[in-house]
């Protein structure tokens, strides 16, 4: 996400984690949606910033990304 590239004046990997660890902690932020998945696991995404993430049941947050090639929340629910 050029966001966090440092050629773009971003914060880079550690900012990038920091954002992750952000979105997926708690309640998630204002305008967030969440669903939990039968195993324990955690889809999230915000319209607003486009942010989609993916945490499994042990916390370890495996996907946070901004789907390019298609709304974000769209992408969201075809993940159930």
């Given at each position: ?9 971003g ?10 660890s ?29 942010y ?15 789907p ?5 929340f ?7």
């Amino acid at each position: 996400m050029p966001e966090f590239d440092p050629k773009n004046g971003g914060g880079g990997l550690d900012a990038y984690r920091q954002a992750a660890s952000d979105f997926m902690s708690g309640e998630g932020p204002e305008g967030s949606h969440t669903l939990y998945t039968q195993s324990g696991g955690m889809f999230r995404v915000q319209p607003g910033t486009g942010y989609f993430g993916y945490m499994n049941s042990s916390g370890t947050i495996s996907t946070f990304f901004r789907p390019l090639d298609q709304d974000p929340f769209e992408y969201f629910i075809d993940q159930f």
